[in-house]
């Protein structure tokens, strides 16, 4: 059965807040130090895109599943690419405005 590309997203955006509903996981902002002071989701982590190689270890040690958030979702869909080919489970979800406001429906 082929499912569309729509459907897809559907569903992992269904999947993205069922974790934040029942607070699971960790919240990962990839975005830079500067960008994440100026605003970003209560009791997400920071590790800039940039850094996310080195500092593979601590991001192995956060409570699984990660939901990777950016500005956009383009640095946060390379760092769930990069994570996913190391074993890491995470998901991109996208923009951190976006999950903010999930999680503010469920707070």
Known sequence: MHVSLHQQNININMKIEEIIREKKGTILDVRTYSEFSGGHVAGS?????DQVPEKLSEIKSLEKPLLLVCASGNRSGQATQYLTS?????M???SWMDVNYYQSLNS
């Open 45 to 49: 982590k920071n590790i800039p895109l």
């Open 92 to 94: 991109n979800a996208g």
């Open 86 to 90: 190391l074993g890491v489970e995470c």
